[in-house]
T-cell receptor, first 113, second 110 residues
């Protein structure tokens, strides 16, 4: 497994602002992903964070709204831009250190007023 | 399209056995996963099936039938702490991406 540190754990933001979420892993991992979990819902994949290149976004998610960085094999950031109340969710990073199994960070609880 | 179905809610009694079913229709198949998620916490990995059959891990077992697009998670000797959401997820390709079902909220009663 891997130890994943995600910051911040929660935040309350004003609409129109942006928030950057950090995900730090204690070892180098090949795969890093960002998911969103809306209230009472399951997890939806936002994008695959690719080391040294642009992230791969899923249908319905765009880079202008959710820019992602991955400068190395242990760190990634997700920014939620120009926030609206509809962006209120839990945002989770996950990593796949080996094989197919993914492990999740504790998540960032975002509330947008 | 990709589709994963699970019951929304289940209730069971402490000490009993409960089976949570999951059916899937995906463009490909590279493994099925079960995660447990307590309220306000991150999902934690429970089991992984890529071949047909039963995988047992302590009180938890998971079964897969690829021909039927079907899996179940079996929880034995239920404890109050097993009250949580159980998420079924499929990896449809070798990219590592997971598609999640809506999750099953299990309530264990005394």
């Amino acid at each position: 497994s891997a130890v994943i540190s995600q910051k911040p754990s929660r935040d309350i933001c004003q609409r129109g602002t942006s928030l950057t979420i950090q995900c730090q892993v204690d070892s180098q991992v090949t795969m890093m992903f960002w998911y969103r979990q809306q209230p009472g819902q399951s997890l939806t994949l936002i994008a695959t964070a690719n080391q040294g290149s642009e992230a791969t976004y899923e249908s319905g998610f765009v880079i202008d709204k959710f820019p992602i960085s991955r400068p190395n094999l242990t760190f990634s950031t997700l920014t939620v831009s120009n926030m609206s109340p509809e962006d209120s969710s839990i945002y989770l990073c996950s990593v796949g250190p080996s094989g197919n199994i993914q492990y999740f960070g504790a998540g960032t609880r975002l509330s947008v007023l | 399209g990709q589709n994963i179905d699970q019951p929304t809610e289940m209730t069971a009694t402490e000490g009993a056995i409960v089976q949570i079913n999951c059916t899937y229709q995906t463009s490909g198949f590279n493994g099925l996963f079960w995660y447990q998620q307590h309220a306000g916490e991150a999902p934690t990995f429970l089991s992984y099936n890529v071949l047909d059959g039963l995988e047992e891990k302590g009180r938890f077992s998971s079964f897969l039938s690829r021909s039927k697009g079907y899996s179940y998670l079996l929880l034995k000797e239920l404890q109050m702490k097993d009250s949580a959401s159980y998420l079924c997820a499929v990896n449809p390709s070798n990219t590592g991406k997971l598609i999640f079902g809506q999750g099953t909220t299990l309530q264990v009663k005394p």
